[in-house]
């Protein structure tokens, strides 16, 4: 029986907590500097070192998978109310062979379930952030020219959002034609399962 993306998930963490916690505290700390730049008027120019977790994947043999966090400031891909200081969390998950690689020498990509995907995604992000997050679907990914992109729309607080309506999905890192999967909440998250069945998955702008 194949595992969700929460199993998964579950597993990823066990497998790299510390590392992970690293992550976290990274995206704290920058948040923490983002709120500080919106109470000073100051700008807010952060700069991003990934911290990467590799490892066999959780529920697909002969995959590997390659995942890293990065952030950024999405004030120009949509309309937020600037009182939010508005950050954009990107977790980017890459699949790949464990031992063949291509005539250059590089690992050969290979195709990880969305299930997978999602799992470790939702691992390094943390249950409150991926109820809100989006896959982000291209072209490009689906062939393996480029990672997979969830992406988590949070305030200076860490509180998440939902994507204002007008976001631009093909500005989002990922380039050409690109649209968005909305994750589905947990379960008992009513709060949010309840506001995306009135007002669908984006917020109206």
């Given at each position: 029986?194949?595992?969700?993306?929460?199993?998964?998930?579950?597993?990823?963490?066990?497998?790299?907590?510390?590392?992970?916690?690293?992550?976290?505290?990274?995206?704290?700390?920058?948040?923490?500097?983002?709120?500080?730049?919106?109470?000073?008027?100051?700008?807010?120019?952060?700069?991003?070192?990934?911290?990467?977790?590799?490892?066999?994947?959780?529920?697909?043999?002969?995959?590997?998978?390659?995942?890293?966090?990065?952030?950024?400031?999405?004030?120009?891909?949509?309309?937020?109310?600037?009182?939010?200081g508005v950050?954009?969390?990107?977790?980017?998950?890459?699949?790949?062979?464990?031992?063949?690689?291509?005539?250059?020498g590089v690992?050969?990509?290979?195709?990880?379930?969305?299930?997978?995907?999602?799992?470790?995604?939702?691992?390094?992000?943390?249950?409150?952030?991926?109820?809100?997050?989006?896959?982000?679907?291209?072209?490009?990914?689906?062939?393996?020219?480029?990672?997979?992109?969830?992406?988590?729309?949070?305030?200076?607080?860490?509180?998440?959002?939902?994507?204002?309506s007008d976001?631009?999905?093909?500005?989002?890192?990922?380039?050409?034609?690109?649209?968005?999967?909305?994750?589905?909440?947990?379960?008992?998250?009513?709060?949010?399962?309840?506001?995306?069945?009135?007002?669908?998955?984006?917020?109206?702008?």
């Open positions: 029986m194949d595992r969700t993306p929460e199993e998964i998930a579950q597993i990823v963490y066990k497998r790299f907590g510390p590392e992970i916690e690293q992550q976290r505290k990274s995206v704290r700390g920058a948040l923490e500097r983002r709120s500080e730049a919106l109470r000073t008027s100051a700008l807010w120019n952060d700069t991003c070192v990934p911290i990467r977790i590799s490892g066999p994947a959780v529920d697909t043999d002969d995959v590997e998978i390659d995942a890293w966090q990065t952030w950024e400031n999405p004030e120009g891909l949509g309309t937020f109310d600037p009182s939010d950050f954009q969390v990107n977790i980017w998950v890459n699949s790949r062979h464990p031992t063949k690689k291509n005539s250059d690992p050969t990509w290979v195709r990880a379930p969305i299930r997978e995907v999602l799992g470790w995604a939702r691992a390094i992000m943390g249950d409150y952030w991926a109820d809100y997050a989006y896959r982000v679907h291209t072209l490009r990914g689906e062939l393996g020219r480029w990672p997979q992109l969830v992406l988590v729309l949070v305030d200076h607080a860490g509180t998440p959002m939902l994507a204002p976001y631009e999905w093909e500005s989002a890192g990922v380039g050409g034609p690109a649209y968005p999967h909305k994750l589905a909440p947990r379960p008992e998250n009513k709060e949010l399962t309840n506001l995306l069945k009135a007002e669908g998955d984006v917020r109206q702008v």
